[in-house]
């Protein structure tokens, strides 16, 4: 496999101006202290950042916040025309286990200490979208983890209602949320995005990764987040196709580079001046033996007897 290809007709499921955020609030965002981001935070109406919490910058009410709201928009349709999958119980409990696709439930909230672990059994670009069409709640310290999954991994939480999380929960995975987005103290974000059509808040400590994911040996990474392997084609939300090793690559450029032309090493150039001054030198010289020899080809005027 020489790489992950989308089809003539595919956009990206997270838009360029989407991507640009960890978190993404129609509303206001709110983050308590020492709060980390590794992208930006972009909102409506206001942002308030906790004292010594840091992101790759804040925008609020910007021409690119207003073009990645409307990409969240149509990437929210295009999951949810992706149909319902298998349909999960009301709650989820003790340990489960997952492995990729589609998944929904009417309303999904997870008992305090739940562990989910998502295994990908060794794929490459495997995804697991859930469709909520209410509330995703997690109860504290729960768990989700990624396993066993190739390059480009997606993992993405569709709600139509909120989505809170318990103190000290563990999760992965981008959200989507047409309502608000509240996330307790200390919940750790190993690779993810939080995206609000309404409001979204965080708690103190709350730490956010949303690019060049590493979750663990057992996970090859996804270099631009969770839902990049995905793409929207024909309204919904599919994963991206992979070449395979005998389809050609893209064609080169239709026009030939110009070739640079090579400049001296730097030991020479001491060198090239002393020899550029040594045939100034000469040439100096050449003319001034020329001048004397023409002046003495003329026979001098003697001076005339009074």
Request: charged share 10%; net charge neutral.
């Amino acid at each position: 496999m020489l790489g992950a290809v989308a089809p003539v007709s595919a956009i990206p499921l997270v838009g360029a101006e989407l991507a640009k955020f960890s978190v993404l609030a129609g509303g206001y965002a709110v983050y308590g202290a020492g709060a980390r981001f590794s992208n930006e935070v972009g909102a409506v109406s206001y942002i308030t950042p906790g004292a010594d919490s840091k992101s790759a910058g804040d925008r609020v009410n910007t021409a690119g916040v207003t073009a990645a709201l409307s990409e969240l928009a149509t990437a929210q349709q295009a999951l949810t025309n992706m149909g319902a999958g298998t349909v999960l119980g009301a709650t989820m409990a003790g340990q489960v286990s997952l492995a990729p696709g589609v998944y929904s439930a009417s309303a999904l909230t997870t008992a305090a200490g739940t562990v989910l672990t998502l295994d990908g059994g060794g794929a490459d670009n495997p995804f697991w979208v859930f469709n909520i069409p209410t509330y995703l709640v997690t109860g504290a310290s729960t768990k989700i983890e990624l396993v066993n999954a190739g390059a480009n991994a997606s993992v993405v939480w569709n709600t139509g209602g909120y989505f809170t999380t318990g103190a000290g929960t563990s999760f992965i995975g981008t959200v989507m949320s047409s309502a608000y987005i509240s996330q307790g103290a200390d919940t750790l974000f190993h690779c993810g995005n939080l995206f609000s059509a309404s409001y979204v808040s965080m708690g103190a400590g709350s730490h956010l990764t949303s690019t060049n994911c590493l979750r663990n040996v057992n996970w090859a990474g996804s270099e631009f987040g969770l839902g990049a392997g995905l793409d929207i084609v024909d309204g919904a939300a599919s994963a991206r196709r992979a070449r395979s090793v005998d389809e050609p690559a893209a064609a080169p450029p239709a026009y030939e580079p110009v070739a640079a032309v090579p400049m001296p090493e730097p030991g020479t150039i001491p060198m090239l001046l002393l020899g550029l001054g040594l045939i100034g030198v000469l040439g100096m010289s050449r003319k001034a033996a020329l001048r004397r020899s023409t002046n003495n080809s003329f026979p001098r005027k003697t001076a005339e007897p009074v």
